[in-house]
């Protein structure tokens, strides 16, 4: 039988990133639960790193659902991503921001003493370093059953409404409230244009950075100065 985290990781990005927002990622002793994410859909996004196709770098992204992506950014930070839709079409959801809530400590070992605890993993790079991610060693493991560094579980009550009412219905109801969830549970997720991402990608017709309103952990927004709204 399918688990509701793997029924959910079986939809585009676009679709299943807002149900990622208050999970937990665990591994190497720490433990983050998300607050940020951005979905990319390589088929029919030009921001995505598997839209011209398959290359040595990015294959792992082009990889089943569950799959950990791993690049590196300006040459100096890991950013991590979780792949999901159906195998072979690119699609996966940066992690943008997260909150430490056990093993401070240890990220902060990795990330040093100036940044305050809400600041320990906000922003993809900064992530990726208090999570412990390696290039080249994570690349390619899986998420869902503990045989690689990490384990995602989704938020607490999450896998029992996905199994009375499916990951599609779940994930839409997530957006669909005007000031929260549609069923008042959780906090409220925000969306729109992704950070940094040039072009039209970047722009109102990619609404695909999703993030939990009013969570201190949550990056800056900025906008690429190349991005185009259509």
């Known amino acids: 039988m399918t688990s509701p985290l793997r029924a959910l990781l079986e939809l585009p990005a676009p679709t299943s990133a807002p149900a990622l927002l208050g999970a937990t990622i665990s591994g190497r002793g720490v433990t983050l639960r998300i607050t940020e994410v951005e979905a990319y859909w390589g088929p029919t996004d030009p921001g995505s790193h598997g839209h011209r196709g398959t290359t040595e770098r990015n294959r792992h992204l082009f990889g089943a659902p569950g799959t950990l992506y791993a690049y590196r950014s300006y040459g100096i930070h890991t950013c991590v991503n979780v792949v999901s839709g ?93 000031s929260g969830p549609a069923d008042g549970l959780g906090p409220r997720i925000a969306r729109g244009p992704r950070t940094g991402v040039g072009g039209i990608a970047g722009g109102v017709s990619f609404p695909w950075r999703f993030w939990l309103a009013g969570d201190p ?6 906008r690429h100065k190349g991005a185009v709204d259509r």
């Open 86 to 178: 159906p195998e072979g079409t690119s699609s996966g959801s940066l992690l943008r921001a997260a909150e430490v809530v056990d093993g401070v400590a240890t990220a902060r070992a990795r990330r040093g003493d100036r940044p305050a605890d809400v600041a320990l993993a906000r922003g993809p790079g900064n992530l990726g370093t208090a999570l412990g991610a390696v290039l080249g060693t994570d690349d390619g493991t899986s998420v869902l059953d503990g045989s690689g560094p990490f384990v995602l579980t989704l938020a607490p009550g999450l896998e029992a409404r996905i199994t009375e009412h499916g990951p599609a219905a779940v994930a839409d109801a997530l957006l669909s409230g005007p």
């Open 217 to 222: 952990t949550v990056s800056t927004y900025r």
